[in-house]
């Protein structure tokens, strides 16, 4: 028996391909799992969630080591795969299906996740209101084994599908500053 007490932390952010790899890139990130959640149909199939009538989001749930990757650190980088101005979807997916949002573990997760969401506010760097929902987690139900990956498993289709839908322009415009920030640089 080990004593490793990994944690866990549920994001919707639109399409759940895009959302994988980013979490799956950090140090600490255990597994990081396709999925449905928010809603109240039963072992939701994609077909069914596609429809945006099951109340289910697509998401991502992370397990992680907190002693070596923060829940902030997460939130980060939640934050910086998304539009959070966006009630609608996200970029090229539209509908209730593709929401994003926080779902909250526990008051520790949901008191960061607000915390996090007011420093983005109070930073300006986005022009219009955050409509983030912060919402307590329910249960996570996981996506089919070909979405699990998916971006390893059809790298040619991910990637022309991650170009098409505007996401990677969007973010690259918005996060610009952040990183000449960091350089020192404006």
């Known amino acids: ?54 109340g289910h989001v697509e998401a991502v749930e992370i397990v992680y080591d907190p002693k070596k990757v ?27 299906q593709y929401v994003p949002a926080v779902f909250y573990l526990n008051d520790e997760q949901k008191q960061s996740a607000e915390k996090s969401k007011k420093a983005l506010e109070d930073s300006k760097r986005f022009d219009k209101r955050l409509v983030i929902k912060i919402l307590p987690a329910s249960k996570f139900y996981e996506a089919e084994e070909y979405h699990q990956d998916f971006y390893k498993k059809s790298p040619a289709r991910y990637n022309t599908y991650k170009a098409a839908s505007g996401r990677e322009q969007y973010l690259a415009r918005i996060w610009k500053e952040k990183d000449s920030d960091s350089s020192g640089k404006k």
């Open 1 to 54: 028996m080990t004593d490793i007490n990994y944690e866990k932390a549920i994001f919707a952010g639109g399409c759940f391909w895009c959302m994988q790899p980013p979490f799956q890139k950090l140090d600490g990130v255990i597994a990081v799992t396709s999925g449905y959640t928010g809603g109240t149909k039963e072992n939701p199939t994609y077909e069914e969630v596609s429809t945006g009538k099951t």
């Open 70 to 96: 923060s829940y902030d650190k997460l939130l980060e980088v939640f934050w910086e795969q998304i539009d959070p101005t966006d009630e609608n979807g996200q970029f090229f997916d539209r509908g209730p």
